[in-house]
C-alpha cells in the first residue's frame, strides 16, 4: 500500500522529469544549432564586392569602385577579383592599389601617419568644442553670481511688493508688521 504522504505515483515523476530533459536537451540543440555561423566563408563574388566598396572611383565623384560602371572602375574591379583569387590578402591589395592612386583612393584612410591625422582630427575638434563651451558656460555662471541686486534694487522690490501686494497674502519671507 502507498504512503499517504507521497501524492504523485513514480510513473508521473518520471515523465515530468522526462520533460524536463527532453526541453534541456532541445534547447542545446538549438543554441548549438543556431551559434554556428551561415556561411563560414563569403563567395569569391562577395570579398570582391567588400573590397571593392572600400575603394573610390578614379574617375567618379562620390562612387566606388563596386558601385561604378566606369572603365577604371571595372579594371580595379577585375584586379581586385584576379587577386583575390590568387589568395592575397585584402591589405596587400588595398596597399597596391595605394601605392598607385595615392592615399585619397580609399574610402576609409589608414589610421597610420597622415591617416591618423585625419581620423584623430574630428575627435580633437570636437573634445575642443565641448571644452570651449563648458568654459564659456562657467564663466556665465561666475558673471551672474558675482553681480548682486544693489541695495536700491532691494527697495524698488520691496516697496513694489508693499504697494502692489496690499490686498494679497503676504509674500514668503516678509515679517508680519
Not at 118 to 135: C, F, T
Not at 139 to 159: F, I, K, M, N, T
Amino acid at each position: 500500500m502507498r504512503s499517504a504522504c507521497s501524492s504523485r505515483p513514480p510513473a508521473s515523476r518520471l515523465r515530468r522529469w522526462a520533460v524536463w530533459v527532453v526541453l534541456v536537451v532541445a534547447a542545446a540543440v538549438a543554441l548549438a544549432v543556431g551559434a554556428q555561423p551561415a556561411t563560414a566563408r563569403p563567395s569569391l563574388a562577395q570579398r570582391t564586392r567588400a573590397l571593392a566598396s572600400e575603394v573610390r572611383c578614379p574617375v567618379c565623384v562620390g562612387e566606388t569602385v563596386a558601385d561604378s560602371s566606369a572603365p577604371a572602375a571595372v579594371t580595379l574591379r577585375d584586379d581586385i577579383h584576379r587577386e583575390l583569387a590568387a589568395g592575397e590578402k585584402p591589405a596587400a591589395i588595398l596597399a597596391g592599389i595605394e601605392s598607385v592612386y595615392g592615399p585619397g583612393i580609399l574610402e576609409k584612410p589608414r589610421a597610420t601617419g597622415i591617416g591618423l591625422f585625419l581620423w584623430l582630427v574630428p575627435v580633437l575638434v570636437a573634445l575642443a568644442a565641448g571644452g570651449g563651451l563648458a568654459a564659456a558656460f562657467a564663466w556665465w555662471g561666475r558673471q551672474r553670481r558675482s553681480d548682486p541686486a544693489s541695495p536700491g534694487d532691494h527697495d524698488l522690490v520691496a516697496e513694489f511688493l508693499r504697494t502692489a501686494g496690499a490686498g494679497t497674502p503676504r509674500a514668503a519671507g516678509e515679517e508680519g508688521g
